[in-house]
């Protein structure tokens, strides 16, 4: 059995600091009424009171990214011949989605089964996935907004987290 371990509230930006130094960290950051998930920033507003308006799978689907590069090559003796080179580019720095919720980590198990686990698997899912890290965070009062409890889950479900905090009374 896992050993629990306790991090006291306020070491929890110097916790995120030092990893921001291996490691590319996403945190829910309050910008005006919105929480989204952002890099690590000690100025940046952290929210961990509510789940975030926009979930963390942002990090795993950017709105945009480059796939590959293309360059062309004429023929020397024919310039008229023109070839293409394409490089593909799969590049996500390790990384770690701090502050996710246990629905979150549940989330992207399905995701997995359909780019992952597929006769057709997708590269770059498949490899922000492979260095990404979930720290999933308990919800001791479930949202308004929340419906874990109604499709048979619970509000402190470890499925798909590699590290489950609580946030305990002081």
Do not use: H, W
């Not at 799978?57 to 990214?65: D, G, H, R």
């Not at 023929?75 to 394409?86: A, F, G, Y």
């Not at 720290?135 to 479900?157: E, I």
């Amino acid at each position: 059995m896992e050993k629990p371990g306790y991090l006291p509230k306020e070491k929890l930006n110097t916790l995120l600091e030092a990893l921001s130094k291996k490691f590319q960290v996403f945190v829910p950051c309050k910008e005006g009424e919105v929480v989204l998930f952002q890099l690590f920033d000690p100025a940046k507003t952290l929210s961990f009171e509510r789940p975030a308006n926009i979930p963390p799978k942002a990090v795993i689907f950017p709105q945009s990214e480059s796939m590959f590069k293309f360059e062309y090559r004429k023929d020397p003796e024919d310039p008229k011949k023109v070839s293409i080179k394409l490089k593909e580019e799969i590049e996500f720095l390790p990384s770690i989605i701090f502050g996710a919720r246990p629905c979150d980590g549940e989330g992207f198990k399905i995701f997995d089964r359909v780019y992952i686990e597929s006769d057709a698997p997708d590269p770059y899912y498949q490899v922000r996935r492979e260095k990404t890290t979930m720290v999933v965070l308990t919800c001791n009062s479930p949202s308004p907004g929340c419906f874990c409890t109604s499709v048979g889950r619970v509000p402190a479900a470890k499925d798909g987290a590699d590290l489950l905090m609580t946030e305990l009374e002081t």
